[in-house]
RNA sequence: GGCGACGUGGCCAAGUGGCAAGGCAAGGGUCUGCAAAACCCUGAUCAUGGGUUCAAAUCCCAUCGUCGCCUCCA
């Protein structure tokens, strides 16, 4: 298995620190809104290389955190006068429903920026103490030109950054990109106590602290978009490796970002989809199928057109797992033996692109190939028996993708047999040639979500 | 200005040295009372210009264009 890594710009050979284990972390969103799809994707990326990564074997130790303690998280809270924390809360909750909603599996722990704060402190003391931070007026500095191969990660050099910085220099900063560890609380700001004073902790130590409590010194992915490859994880690896002297990530994983019109989405370019929004339009499984459709490190494109195109997509792969036409006669052994080559031909294929850096286009591909050749032995009049085999090896696949597939729903369920019995009438009226009538019902049904089917073996009907 | 990525049929999108996956849309056909679904058939030489090679969408150079990061950001 071979897995593209940022610290490298190449693709690389899999292996863990421990076999058969996968310790993965992923930077989560900082809650102080409501998250929209960008973040979705995010999330539905990093499940998906999770759940092919259990498909293939591997144990996985699964970190997402929240940063619920930051500027913007207090400054909202203040406008919207409320407690900060609550605000937060309020948006952890959300975003774990959404989670849910898009059948992203939960992640083994939570960690969050206010339930590290020890562990935040002790790591910044020690920092200290090695010389790689120094505090000054309540705040805690990292020391970035103590730190050799500061910019590694995004590739940067001190100097670029510095002739670039459009960034207002705090002159009490050794160094302009030196970053804060620890701020002071200013007036009506949440604290905690520590050396330096009252104050919180700065962005990115909550990451390498998490990872240190929960993971230990080294772990096998770190994850997140790539509009954090710097200044964020980049800030991570020279905290976290200066304080262990050792390898941070193995492999460092970036999703593509999600473009609506072109640009990025993103809370302060203010073009949002909300997730919240999304799902009241559509089925989680159309945007987890929207971002299996592509490379997981190029943009996605996000518009109505490819949103209804995916819609489309999902309803031909549903149109594989429907049942044999009523009265199948049992297809020819010619058509069973192309059914059972592909059913082969699609696992392997399936294997493969997803072993090359978990290429989930390449991988659908196969699974419609699959999906074309399951329809044919079922217009040839294949049995149910008959399609099982394949329609299993679907399914399984689609689930290593995390698509539910849901069809039906319970409350549904109950219209069933009176649905069965009006697709039986119309049937009588058809033979009797009262197509009028037959038309009617068909049309009628239609409006209600159903969806009537004719063929010479009999009418079949199922849920739009 | 610095760093990086990308540009494949009408749209989305794999492939990254050896005759260009897949999906959507479109056109034609089979089936059907009609319809729907499904099935069959039809189309691209890969931004442009050079170069390397027996061979390039795939490597190199240049140009144009798009996007990301350099400030909070999945």
Excluded at 61 to 78: H, S
Excluded at 111 to 119: E, L, N, W, Y
Aim: charged content about 25%; glycine content about 6%.
């Amino acid at each position: 298995m071979q897995i593209y890594n940022t610290l490298t710009r190449r693709k690389e050979n899999f292996e863990t620190l421990e076999p058969g284990v996968v310790k993965m972390y992923v930077c989560g969103p900082t809650v102080y809104n409501k998250a929209h799809v960008g973040h979705a994707m995010s999330a539905l990326v990093f499940d998906i290389i999770r759940r092919y990564l259990l498909y293939r074997g591997y144990q996985v130790k699964f970190l997402m955190n929240f940063t619920d303690v930051d500027d913007k998280i207090i400054q909202r809270a203040n406008e919207m006068g409320i407690d900060p924390f609550d605000l937060a809360e309020g948006y952890i909750q959300e975003f774990q429903q959404h989670l849910k909603d898009l059948n992203i599996l939960p992640a083994t722990i939570n960690p969050r920026a206010t339930q590290t704060i020890p562990q935040i402190i002790s790591m910044i003391q020690t920092l200290i103490e090695k010389g790689y931070a120094y505090p000054v007026d309540g705040d805690v500095y990292f020391r970035v030109q103590k730190d050799e191969d500061y910019g590694k990660l995004s590739g940067r050099k001190l100097e670029d950054m510095q002739a670039g910085a459009r960034i207002e220099v705090d002159s009490r900063k050794e160094h302009p990109m030196d970053f804060a560890l620890w701020k002071a609380a200013r007036p009506n700001e949440p604290f905690w106590e520590s050396p330096w004073g009252k104050g919180r902790p700065g962005w990115h130590i909550e990451c390498s602290a998490m990872n240190l409590a929960h993971q230990g010194e080294q772990i096998d992915i770190h994850g997140g978009g790539n509009d954090l490859v710097f200044p964020h994880h980049e800030n991570e690896i020279a905290q976290t490796e200066s304080l262990t002297g050792k390898p941070f990530a193995r492999y460092w994983v970036h999703n593509g970002m999600l473009q609506l019109s072109g640009e990025k989405m993103s809370k302060s370019l203010g073009n949002i989809v909300s997730i919240e929004a999304f799902l009241t339009q559509h089925s989680g499984d159309v945007l987890r199928l929207m971002v299996i459709n592509s490379g997981y490190r190029n943009p996605l494109t996000f518009n109505d057109e490819v949103l209804e195109q995916t819609e489309r997509a999902l309803d031909r792969l549903h149109s594989a797992l429907r049942p044999a036409l009523p009265n199948a006669a049992g297809a020819s052994e010619q058509m069973l033996q192309t059914l059972k080559n592909q059913i082969a031909a699609t696992r392997e294929g399936f294997v493969a692109s997803m072993d090359d850096d978990f290429n989930t286009a390449g991988a659908l591909g196969y699974l419609f190939e699959l999906v074309r050749v399951i329809n044919q032995a079922r217009a040839e009049g294949a049995t149910n028996q008959e399609l099982q085999a394949a329609q299993d090896t679907l399914r399984e696949l689609l689930n290593v993708f995390g698509l539910k597939m849901e069809t039906p729903s319970t409350e549904k369920h109950q219209a069933a047999a009176f649905i069965d019995l009006l697709v039986e009438l119309r049937s009588e009226l058809r033979k009797q040639k009262l197509f009028a009538l037959s038309d009617t019902i068909r049309d009628r049904l239609l409006d209600l979500g159903v969806v009537i089917e004719d063929s010479k073996e009999g009418s079949t009907w199922r849920w739009k």
